[in-house]
């Protein structure tokens, strides 16, 4: 079914393909985000992403809890006080074809379909590749600045901000509100940047990789004075809180910020229609190269400020603004070997050692091959790609960064092949422990699975390792200070080999004293002999200690009572990413329930008869829950956990501001007033859930004309049943 258009997808059809969907992609991001070992190239995670979407739009009220569309942001970096903000600073669909902004477009339309005289207009400017940020402004002053972290919480870099000269530290002119958090992005232009690996290249300092992250970690220094010596740059594009509309528009908006001292981007247009767009997304990017700074696309907005509310958000990002991406840029050049990684879960993944090459930019040195197929020229239906040639090592390639970011192998130059390269051999023993190394099969399609994994689970060091490494990543249980470097020195000196073990750390301050103190006695000796130079009045190991000791054995400590959802992510169960352990966190509330749960059903003949029907829990989480909890060996390893840490028990808050807020609504029939999607985007917006189908946890349905079969169930459940003339009365909208 996965290959059928979405045109041709019926409602039930369509609830399968997105629930398949939301499964596969959350294994994607997990395996990219937390194994480092992707199994899909960029392209083919894209191709999923916008299938997705596609039948999301199509069948709104079919959208899931769990749907890969819902995602936004990474969690803030260490080191800085953080900030919530007021309005969530979120992300952008992506459009990559002129296709898919008319198909952008398209929604709109039919968004305000009874609208039918009405006129919508568009903004389009560049998308600038640097670091956004908020900028607060109280009665004119600057007061405070932060990242978007991870979209709700960011990073206060209030004094680094008031170094750029862009953001004016008090508002010019009149008119502005009198709270108002300006966004937009802080950049470096190809000049400072090249101006500063100069600099640093005559002290011997680091190497720079490229203006964005250069920007980025500018922004991010402890000393302001550091960021001020990088020269950096803001556009003005967007705000979040405010305490009134600069302009009833989003273009006449931003002009408004030009007023008040601000740099917009002069590139910025308002359009009415598609070709009015594209031609102005192609006229950017014939300058792309010679603007001075990075771009990698052109964002389009609904212009009234008006019809943006009326259209609403879906988790993540906005529905009235798209982000139309630029082709991927290439290079060409040579594999000189291929590696292979072990990851947590045992996944044995290649990685093509590169002859170094620029590519937008960046030096790529490394690109993931993901699989065995995939080296064999073939992707995970098994599908040629790269006209199924496959991948040697001499052969030269063509490279390009998907998305400006990821780096792929994007063809072989056949003609170019050395006349003694033979195809690679994909190892069958673990290259770590010797395990024998399997392909398994999927109980579903009984066909092999596109990774080879590792079967020494409890004797690979690799698998062992990475999984302390994704216990303690931030988005698992994030301990301050105990990051990949600390993991790997503390299990190879014996003190680390569980995750219950970080937590009795500190009784054991001695060992961990001297295995910090030898480790920096052999860097210092590395560095000797590399300089030439000899140390004097050195101290013995055993006299040295660590000021930041206190501070690590703290950081643990202060995880002793994590949030549920990440404990459940922390134990690093296949396929249970962070949605699903978000998932599961709700719907079990705390461990003590989800592991009793998870041992009847590791025992049940038939898992659905124990383990509940859970929106966005499938076969292959169940079953990995059952190998989990029903695998003996980890009971002692989580029972010596669990004695250490005590996860909260997750608590449902609703949200308040509105009747509906916190309750679950199921829309029916035929809306005279208003779309079936702006009804549910309008719910949303207070709080509320909707749901497509009605069952005893509704608890409220509105009725349409034409009401079927949902309006018996809601009556022969008893759930309340109102009209839209009441639905609108009862959240404060006129008819």
Same mark, same amino acid.
């Given at each position: 079914?996965?290959?059928?258009?979405?045109?041709?997808?019926?409602?039930?059809?369509?609830?399968?393909?997105?629930?398949?969907?939301?499964?596969?992609?959350?294994?994607?991001?997990?395996?990219?985000?937390?194994?480092?070992?992707?199994?899909?190239?960029?392209?083919?995670?894209?191709?999923?992403?916008?299938?997705?979407?596609?039948?999301?739009?199509?069948?709104?009220?079919?959208?899931?809890?769990?749907?890969?569309?819902?995602?936004?942001?990474?969690?803030?970096?260490?080191?800085?006080?953080?900030?919530?903000?007021?309005?969530?600073?979120?992300?952008?669909?992506?459009?990559?074809?002129?296709?898919?902004?008319?198909?952008?477009?398209?929604?709109?339309?039919?968004?305000?379909?009874?609208?039918?005289?009405?006129?919508?207009?568009?903004?389009?400017?560049?998308?600038?590749?640097?670091?956004?940020?908020?900028?607060?402004?109280?009665?004119?002053?600057?007061?405070?600045?932060?990242?978007?972290?991870?979209?709700?919480?960011?990073?206060?870099?209030?004094?680094?901000?008031?170094?750029?000269?862009?953001?004016?530290?008090?508002?010019?002119?009149?008119?502005?509100?009198?709270?108002?958090?300006?966004?937009?992005?802080?950049?470096?232009?190809?000049?400072?940047?090249?101006?500063?690996?100069?600099? %640093?290249?005559?002290?011997?300092?680091?190497?720079?990789?490229?203006?964005?992250?250069?920007?980025?970690?500018?922004?991010?220094?402890?000393?302001?004075?550091?960021?001020?010596?990088?020269?950096?740059?803001?556009?003005?594009?967007?705000?979040?809180?405010?305490?009134?509309?600069?302009?009833?528009?989003?273009?006449?908006?931003?002009?408004?910020?030009?007023?008040?001292?601000?740099?917009?981007?002069?590139?910025?247009?308002?359009?009415?229609?598609?070709?009015?767009?594209?031609?102005?997304?192609?006229?950017?990017?014939?300058?792309?190269?010679?603007?001075?700074?990075?771009?990698?696309?052109?964002?389009?907005?609904?212009?009234?400020?008006?019809?943006?509310?009326?259209?609403?958000?879906?988790?993540?990002?906005?529905?009235?603004?798209?982000?139309?991406?630029?082709?991927?840029?290439?290079?060409?050049?040579?594999?000189?070997?291929?590696?292979?990684?072990?990851?947590?879960?045992?996944?044995?993944?290649?990685?093509?050692?590169?002859?170094?090459?620029?590519?937008?930019?960046?030096?790529?040195?490394?690109?993931?091959?993901?699989?065995?197929?995939?080296?064999?020229?073939?992707?995970?239906?098994?599908?040629?790609?790269?006209?199924?040639?496959?991948?040697?090592?001499?052969?030269?390639?063509?490279?390009?960064?998907?998305?400006?970011?990821?780096?792929?192998?994007? %063809?072989?130059?056949?003609?170019?092949?050395?006349?003694?390269?033979?195809?690679?051999?994909?190892?069958?023993?673990?290259?770590?422990?010797?395990?024998?190394?399997?392909?398994?099969?999927?109980?579903?399609?009984?066909?092999?699975?596109?990774?080879?994994?590792?079967?020494?689970?409890?004797?690979?060091?690799?698998?062992?390792?990475?999984?302390?490494?994704?216990?303690?990543?931030?988005?698992?249980?994030?301990?301050?200070?105990?990051?990949?470097?600390?993991?790997?020195?503390?299990?190879?000196?014996?003190?680390?080999?569980?995750?219950?073990?970080?937590?009795?750390?500190?009784?054991?301050?001695?060992?961990?004293?001297?295995?910090?103190?030898?480790?920096?006695?052999?860097?210092?000796?590395?560095?000797?002999?590399?300089?030439?130079?000899?140390?004097?009045?050195?101290?013995?190991?055993?006299?040295?200690?660590?000021?930041?000791?206190?501070?690590?054995?703290?950081?643990?400590?202060?995880?002793?009572?994590?949030?549920?959802?990440?404990?459940?992510?922390?134990?690093?169960?296949?396929?249970?990413?962070?949605?699903?352990?978000?998932?599961?966190?709700?719907?079990?509330?705390?461990?003590?329930?989800?592991?009793?749960?998870?041992?009847?059903?590791?025992?049940?003949?038939?898992?659905?008869?124990?383990?509940?029907?859970?929106?966005?829990?499938?076969?292959?989480?169940?079953?990995?829950?059952?190998?989990?909890?029903?695998?003996?060996?980890?009971?002692?390893?989580?029972?010596?956990?669990?004695?250490?840490?005590?996860?909260?028990?997750?608590?449902?808050?609703?949200?308040?501001?509105?009747?509906?807020?916190?309750?679950?609504?199921?829309?029916?029939?035929?809306?005279?007033?208003?779309?079936?999607?702006?009804?549910?985007?309008?719910?949303?917006?207070?709080?509320?859930?909707?749901?497509?189908?009605?069952?005893?946890?509704?608890?409220?349905?509105?009725?349409?004309?034409?009401?079927?079969?949902?309006?018996?169930?809601?009556?022969?459940?008893?759930?309340?049943?109102?009209?839209?003339?009441?639905?609108?009365?009862?959240?404060?909208?006129?008819?």
């Amino acid at each position: 079914m996965s290959e059928k258009p979405v045109e041709s997808l019926s409602e039930g059809e369509a609830a399968e393909e997105l629930k398949r969907l939301a499964a596969e992609i959350a294994e994607h991001d997990r395996r990219y985000h937390t194994e480092d070992a992707p199994t899909i190239s960029d392209a083919e995670y894209d191709a999923l992403a916008r299938r997705n979407l596609a039948i999301e739009a199509r069948f709104p009220d079919l959208v899931r809890e769990d749907s890969p569309s819902r995602r936004v942001g990474a969690p803030p970096a260490e080191g800085f006080a953080k900030v919530r903000h007021a309005v969530p600073m979120l992300s952008l669909g992506k459009a990559y074809t002129d296709q898919d902004v008319a198909d952008f477009i398209e929604r709109g339309r039919r968004f305000f379909d009874r609208d039918k005289d009405l006129d919508i207009a568009f903004t389009a400017e560049p998308k600038i590749d640097g670091l956004s940020a908020s900028l607060r402004y109280e009665n004119g002053v600057f007061v405070q600045g932060a990242t978007r972290g991870d979209g709700v919480v960011g990073e206060d870099i209030t004094a680094n901000l008031k170094t750029i000269a862009d953001i004016p530290k008090k508002l010019q002119g009149s008119g502005w509100p009198e709270v108002i958090e300006i966004r937009g992005e802080v950049y470096m232009t190809y000049a400072e940047f090249e101006a500063l690996k100069q600099r %640093s290249a005559a002290i011997g300092g680091q190497d720079y990789v490229n203006p964005r992250n250069t920007a980025a970690g500018s922004l991010r220094q402890k000393d302001p004075a550091v960021t001020a010596s990088r020269n950096l740059k803001f556009f003005a594009y967007a705000w979040g809180y405010t305490t009134a509309d600069p302009a009833p528009s989003q273009y006449d908006s931003v002009q408004k910020f030009k007023e008040w001292g601000f740099k917009v981007s002069p590139l910025m247009v308002r359009a009415k229609s598609i070709d009015e767009l594209i031609a102005h997304y192609h006229r950017i990017e014939e300058q792309r190269s010679s603007l001075g700074y990075d771009i990698d696309g052109v964002v389009y907005k609904v212009d009234q400020l008006e019809l943006q509310r009326r259209w609403g958000f879906v988790t993540g990002e906005p529905r009235w603004a798209v982000a139309h991406k630029f082709p991927a840029e290439q290079a060409m050049t040579t594999v000189e070997k291929i590696d292979i990684q072990v990851g947590r879960t045992g996944t044995l993944a290649p990685v093509a050692r590169l002859a170094p090459v620029t590519v937008g930019g960046v030096v790529v040195e490394n690109v993931t091959l993901h699989n065995e197929d995939y080296i064999k020229g073939f992707d995970s239906n098994g599908q040629p790609i790269r006209d199924g040639i496959d991948v040697r090592i001499g052969d030269t390639v063509v490279i390009q960064r998907a998305g400006d970011v990821i780096p792929q192998i994007v %063809s072989v130059v056949i003609d170019k092949r050395p006349a003694d390269a033979v195809p690679y051999e994909f190892p069958h023993t673990c290259p770590v422990c010797g395990s024998p190394a399997t392909r398994e099969i999927n109980e579903k399609t009984g066909k092999e699975d596109s990774r080879r994994r590792c079967t020494g689970e409890l004797i690979c060091a690799a698998q062992a390792v990475e999984g302390l490494r994704h216990f303690v990543s931030r988005g698992a249980l994030d301990i301050e200070g105990l990051g990949a470097e600390n993991i790997d020195l503390f299990f190879n000196a014996g003190l680390v080999k569980t995750a219950a073990d970080i937590f009795t750390l500190k009784d054991r301050r001695p060992a961990v004293t001297r295995a910090l103190a030898e480790r920096r006695e052999e860097q210092a000796k590395q560095r000797e002999a590399a300089s030439g130079k000899t140390r004097k009045n050195v101290r013995s190991v055993e006299e040295r200690n660590y000021e930041g000791l206190d501070k690590l054995f703290a950081a643990i400590d202060a995880r002793r009572e994590p949030e549920l959802d990440r404990f459940i992510f922390a134990l690093g169960i296949r396929h249970i990413g962070e949605t699903t352990a978000a998932v599961l966190a709700r719907q079990f509330t705390t461990i003590e329930e989800l592991i009793r749960v998870g041992k009847e059903t590791a025992k049940a003949e038939n898992p659905h008869d124990v383990f509940p029907s859970i929106t966005g829990i499938g076969d292959t989480v169940i079953g990995a829950l059952r190998d989990f909890f029903g695998n003996e060996r980890n009971d002692d390893v989580l029972d010596a956990l669990l004695a250490q840490v005590h996860p909260k028990p997750y608590v449902v808050e609703a949200s308040a501001g509105s009747e509906v807020s916190g309750k679950t609504v199921v829309f029916t029939g035929t809306l005279e007033k208003m779309t079936r999607s702006e009804a549910k985007a309008m719910a949303e917006r207070l709080g509320a859930k909707v749901a497509g189908s009605v069952s005893a946890k509704t608890d409220l349905v509105v009725a349409g004309p034409g009401a079927g079969s949902k309006l018996k169930v809601a009556t022969d459940l008893g759930i309340e049943v109102i009209d839209e003339d009441t639905w609108l009365q009862r959240i404060g909208r006129s008819g």
